[in-house]
């Protein structure tokens, strides 16, 4: 959209493109991150000050807002980018369990209990002047973090960052204003509080299966070598096809057509698994299915061999990750720039592996005692998602109703003129 020193909109991809390089971001609950791949360091100190311009000082104009997030377009139908955009997602079944999960989890006036992509209803009543504001008090140096990975000229890049620094002194609060830092300054997650099963309908002309999804909260941020055993376990569990959880519920029982785990790393992390392809009558026992199996696993001797390949092939899979993937590291420094300490003194945790030669060490017990406390007994929110095609048509009349309103609401201000 142009910015302060840059005024024209398109100049920035244009530039990218001559000199062999990308633009793009990403918007998680916690941060938006943008970045910038070239070919060499020769291009990006060409590129980096041109990208912060457009970051920290952007032309967030009134037309910018009605082109790019919402408007009503010639026929009569909602449209903008940002709009189509949340239109594709925000009625899929894995978005609306997501964020039912988030609601049962979280306590009021958390953040991760909201969509920060924007809800569609918000977005059509959203204005400029917010978003205006919005960028004003959180796109500043001091919530900001550079993350440069590859080659660099460190003399050149400072020299490239003072200089850029001098040219928006004016346009940022000053550097002794008060700021709250989100996250890094917010409470701990407080415990669930009781398990829980919660049923999501979600738009679908096929209504024979539906999807699980089942949320524990994990270990604080901060510890890393739980953090690392449940990386370890949450493999053990299901992270093959003779894993016991996918052995029995996939292979076996035959109940869904894939288990798997996904972690997040938050101020308290979240462990979630997800079942997908179940016969909808069958959500709510095969849900229990799922929780009685890892009572059963933790009842049990665990096979030490496969857990300690299981440590073995983690280790060696993030050894290859660190020489192949530069983004590797830089999502590293995206978790402790959210949650850890001003110090950086939670980076250490990089320096080595020696977390996986601890975990070498632990005892079969060691490992029941943490799969039970953190998963097997631990409280946990369970969400159904339940396919509906009454839902898909009601949704599909309701689009339909509003463009034909707004179409008639168009011509009569067309004919007024």
Excluded at 1 to 7: F, P, Q
Excluded at 54 to 61: C, D, E, F
Excluded at 108 to 125: A, C, I, K, P, V
Excluded at 308 to 325: G, K
């Amino acid at each position: 959209m142009g910015s302060k020193a840059y005024h024209y909109k398109g100049l920035l991809d244009k530039l990218a493109t001559r000199m062999y390089s990308t633009t793009n971001a990403w918007t998680a609950v916690e941060t938006t991150t943008y970045t910038l791949d070239t070919a060499g360091w020769e291009a990006f100190a060409q590129m980096l000050p041109i990208y912060l311009d457009h970051l920290i000082v952007p032309t967030l104009s009134d037309a910018g807002c009605y082109t790019e997030v919402h408007h009503i377009d010639g026929a009569g139908n909602d449209a903008g980018v940002v709009y189509s955009e949340m239109q594709g997602t925000q009625n899929s079944g894995p978005e609306l369990m997501d964020l039912e999960m988030r609601r049962a989890i979280y306590p009021e006036g958390n953040g991760f209990r909201y969509e920060t992509g924007g809800m569609m209803e918000q977005l059509r009543s959203l204005t400029a002047d917010r978003i205006r504001d919005y960028h004003k008090e959180m796109y500043q140096p001091k919530n900001m973090r550079l993350v440069i990975t590859g080659e660099v000229d460190h003399d050149e890049l400072l020299q490239i960052v003072d200089a850029f620094e001098d040219t928006i002194v004016n346009d940022v609060p000053q550097l002794d204003a008060p700021f709250k830092r989100p996250w890094t300054d917010s409470k701990h997650t407080p415990p669930i509080a009781e398990s829980m099963v919660k049923t999501v309908r979600f738009p679908e002309e096929d209504e024979s299966t539906g999807e699980i999804m089942i949320g524990y909260l994990g270990p604080h941020y901060e510890d890393h070598v739980a953090g690392s055993a449940v990386s370890v376990l949450t493999q053990y569990l299901c992270g093959s096809s003779i894993s016991v959880l996918e052995n029995t519920l996939v292979e076996r029982e035959q109940l869904c057509s894939m288990v798997y785990c996904q972690t997040e790393d938050r101020t308290d992390s979240t462990i979630t698994f997800y079942m997908s392809s179940v016969e909808t009558e069958r959500l709510a026992g095969v849900e229990k299915r799922f929780v009685d199996l890892l009572k059963e696993v933790a009842g049990k001797p665990m096979d030490m061999n496969y857990m300690h390949d299981c440590i073995t092939r983690l280790r060696r899979q993030l050894m290859a990750r660190c020489e192949n993937a530069g983004d590797f590291f830089s999502q590293i420094v995206i978790d402790d720039h959210l949650y850890g300490s001003r110090s950086g003194e939670d980076l250490k945790q990089v320096e080595t592996l020696d977390d996986f030669d601890l975990l070498l060490k632990w005892t079969e017990k060691e490992w029941r005692d943490f799969l039970s406390k953190w998963l097997a007994d631990a409280n946990h929110v369970s969400v159904l998602g339940v396919p509906s095609k009454e839902l898909s048509d009601k949704m599909s009349s309701e689009e339909k109703a509003r463009a034909r309103t707004g179409s008639r609401r168009k011509q009569k201000t067309s004919n007024a003129r």
